[in-house]
C-alpha cells in the first residue's frame, strides 16, 4: 500500500463520478477516479452519443437544478472547447387532463420556463410528420436540446486530468473498509482517502455491500432503438425535428422518448423509458422485447415517416429507485463515503450540478441545492444493512 493518501477518492467513471471528480480538482482537493472498465466503454448508463436536456419537470426541485446545470453545461463547453449542447426544442404530450402533464405546465409556468404551448389545430402545422393522440396536449419546452453524451464525458475527464487529478481505469474495485481515511482496494492496487465518492452506477449495491448498506435499486436493461426513416430527413435536426417526450402512451405504459436523426443519418432514436430486470454484469442474457413492441405500435401510430421495425437496437442500463427520483447523500454510518446513485433513466444532463452538491458533501459543506428530496432516509423501509 501507497502511504500516499488522497483528499478523495471517486469510484466510477460515468458522466456522475467524472463531474464530481472534476469539482473537487478544481477545488485543489488531491483526487483519484477510478474505474472498473478501460476507458471509454459502453457498459454502464452513460456511453452513446446523444442525451435530452430539458427544464420541462414536474418537481420544482429539478427545475432548480437545472437552472444551474445548463449555466455549468455552457461553462464546461467554453473550459472544454468543444461544442456539448445543440438547442433543439423538446416537444412534450401527453393526456391533456392527466395529473403529470397538468402539473408539468403548472411547474414550468411558475418558473417561467420558456415554452410555447400548441393548440390541436396548429399542431399539424407546427409538427408535421407526428400524430397527436386524441385527448393530448402538446407544448414545446424552447431551450431544450441534445448534449453529445460520449464527447461530454471524454471532455469532463480530461478537464480533470489537466487540474491535476488522476484517473485509473481497468482497476476494478473489490473491498472498501470505510474509516477516518477509508481504504479502497482494486484488483492491482490499495488507496487511501479521507473521503470516498461511490458513484457506480448499476454496480451501487455490490459496493455499498463493502459499507453494510443496500439501497432498492433496480437495473433494468434498456434497448435503446433507432428507426429509419421513410424519406431521409423528414425528423432530422437539420429540418429543426425537435426532440420528443409522450407521456403516459396509455394508462399503465411508461414514456416514450425520442431524438430527432443526427448521429445515425436517416435514423431517430426513440426509446421506451423502462426495461426489464438484469444483472449488470449479464445484460446480454436479458432478452425481453416487450418494450420494443410497445414502440413498435406506438410509431406505426404516431410516427407515420418511421418504418416500424428497428434499424439498429443497442444497450443501455437505467438504475431505478422506487420514486425514480435520485439518491444523493452522506452514508447514514460513514459521513465521509458520499453516495450519488439511482439516476433512474434521467441523470445525465444533470451531470455538472451533480458533481458540484456530491464534491460539496465530500468537503463536508452544505449542498448549495436542497437535497432532502433525494435522501437515503426516504427509504426506511427498503434500505437494509447488509452487514
Ligand atoms: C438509453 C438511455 C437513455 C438515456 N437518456 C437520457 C436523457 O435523454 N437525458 C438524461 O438526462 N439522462 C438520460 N439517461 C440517463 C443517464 O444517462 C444516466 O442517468 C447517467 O448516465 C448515469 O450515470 P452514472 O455515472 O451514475 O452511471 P454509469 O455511467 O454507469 O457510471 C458508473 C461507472 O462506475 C463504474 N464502476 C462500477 N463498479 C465499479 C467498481 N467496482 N470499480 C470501479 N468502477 C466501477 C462503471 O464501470 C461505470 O463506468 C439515459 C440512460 C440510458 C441508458
Ligand atoms: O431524461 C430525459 O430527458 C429522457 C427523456 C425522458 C425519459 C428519460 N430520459
Not at 488522476?166 to 470505510?178: A, L, N, Q, R, S
Not at 479521507?194 to 443496500?214: D, E, K
Not at 451533480?354 to 458533501?361: D, F, N, T, W, Y
Request: glycine share 10%; aromatic share 8%.
Amino acid at each position: 500500500m501507497s502511504s500516499e493518501v488522497y483528499d478523495c477518492i471517486v469510484i466510477g467513471a460515468g458522466i456522475q463520478g467524472s463531474c464530481t471528480a472534476y469539482q473537487l480538482a478544481k477545488n485543489q482537493q488531491k483526487t483519484l477516479l477510478l474505474e472498473q472498465f478501460v476507458l471509454p466503454h459502453s457498459r454502464g448508463s452513460s456511453h452513446g452519443q446523444t442525451r435530452i436536456i430539458r427544464k420541462a419537470y414536474e418537481e420544482n426541485v429539478y427545475i432548480q437544478m437545472m437552472q444551474e446545470s445548463y449555466e455549468l453545461w455552457a461553462q464546461l463547453e467554453e473550459e472544454a472547447g468543444v461544442e456539448l449542447y445543440r438547442r433543439t426544442g423538446l416537444l412534450v404530450m401527453g393526456p391533456e387532463n392527466s395529473e403529470g402533464f397538468s402539473r408539468l405546465q403548472a411547474t414550468m409556468q411558475s418558473h417561467k420556463i420558456p415554452r410555447v404551448v400548441l393548440e390541436k389545430q396548429e399542431f399539424r402545422q407546427h409538427i408535421p410528420n407526428v400524430n397527436l393522440t386524441d385527448g393530448n396536449g402538446a407544448l414545446i419546452d424552447t431551450n431544450a436540446g441534445v448534449l453529445y453524451a460520449d464527447r461530454a464525458l471524454r471532455a469532463v475527464q480530461r478537464l480533470f486530468q489537466s487540474s491535476e487529478g488522476v484517473i485509473k481505469d481497468g482497476e476494478k474495485v473489490i473491498d472498501i473498509t470505510p474509516g477516518a481515511v477509508v481504504t479502497v482496494t482494486t484488483g492491482s492496487g490499495v488507496y487511501r482517502g479521507r473521503s470516498l465518492v461511490i458513484t457506480a452506477g448499476p454496480w451501487a449495491n455490490r459496493l455499498l455491500t463493502h459499507t453494510g448498506l443496500q439501497l432498492p435499486l433496480k437495473v433494468v436493461k434498456i434497448n435503446v432503438c433507432y428507426w429509419k426513416e421513410k424519406i431521409p430527413g423528414t425528423y432530422s435536426v437539420s429540418q429543426r425535428f425537435p426532440c420528443f417526450i409522450q407521456m403516459e402512451p396509455k394508462e399503465g405504459e411508461y414514456d416514450i422518448y425520442g431524438l430527432p436523426s443526427n448521429e445515425y443519418p436517416g435514423l431517430m432514436k426513440v426509446c421506451y423509458h423502462m426495461g426489464s430486470e438484469t444483472e449488470p454484469d449479464e445484460r446480454d442474457k436479458q432478452t425481453d422485447r416487450g418494450d420494443i413492441d410497445i414502440l413498435m405500435r406506438y410509431i406505426t401510430r404516431c410516427l407515420p415517416g418511421l418504418v416500424p421495425v428497428p434499424a439498429v437496437v443497442e444497450t443501455c442500463m437505467y438504475t431505478v429507485t422506487p420514486d425514480h427520483h435520485f439518491v444523493l447523500d452522506s452514508h447514514p454510518t460513514y459521513g465521509n463515503i458520499i453516495i450519488g446513485a439511482g439516476f433512474s433513466g434521467h441523470g445525465f444532463k444533470f451531470g455538472p450540478i451533480i458533481g458540484k452538491v456530491l464534491s460539496q458533501l465530500a468537503l463536508g459543506q452544505v449542498p448549495s441545492h436542497d437535497l432532502s428530496p433525494f435522501g437515503i432516509k426516504r427509504f426506511q423501509s427498503h434500505a437494509r444493512s447488509s452487514l
